[in-house]
């Protein structure tokens, strides 16, 4: 008998290893919570194609004034500053999940809310104010549109539990998903502004 309860003890010791290891591995992120990345950003890479399809050189360099950005500017700034909130969460993602004992600052309305309202302008910095990295809208976009299939890819198959990480640093702190969210809803703001120099009344008719 002695010698049976010897042979399960290397069993009861797995065990026991397994039921204290189970709360430090996070658990895939939810159907919804996918379905809501997966939806928002397939509409902001469908909507910046669908903005500047068909425009002509004079439209796409336009400005309203010369402090303001044209629309190949703009998605220029897109093609760079994805890169670098890509990397971002990434980083996030991989410290181990803390928001257990972390609160966010934004609730998920406010990260939509974000994408929306443009009456408050917030100056591009972070090096993401560098417009003319891309010359031209075809390599603009195309860098745009190869970095956005990696993120719907990721958003697609990944069992990272975003929610359980943050990301930020001192009192600014938000969830993984809702920083997956701000990346974009800030392509949304910048949707809306293409939207905006191709309302200007003097905006090239060709």
Known sequence: MWQNAFRRLPLLAALTVCLFAAPCFAAPMSAEDREHLLVHFEMTTQMVAEQVRGLSAAQLEYKASPDRWSIREVVSH??????????????????????????????????????????????????????????????????????????????????????????????????????MLEISTHAERHIQQIREIRNDPNFPKK
């Open 78 to 179: 897109l093609a760079v500053a994805e890169p670098d909130y890509w990397r971002d969460l990434q980083k996030s993602v991989k410290v181990a999940p803390d928001m257990s004992h972390k609160k966010s600052v934004n609730t998920d309305a406010d990260i939509l809310w974000y994408g929306i309202d443009r009456v408050v302008h917030t100056k591009t910095g972070g090096g993401h104010e560098k417009v003319d990295t891309y010359k031209n809208m075809e390599e603009a976009l195309g860098k745009f549109q190869v970095l956005r299939a990696t993120m719907i890819e990721y958003i697609t198959t990944t069992n990272d539990d975003l929610r359980a990480h943050s990301f930020g640093d001192g009192v600014e702190i938000i969830d993984c998903w809702q920083w």
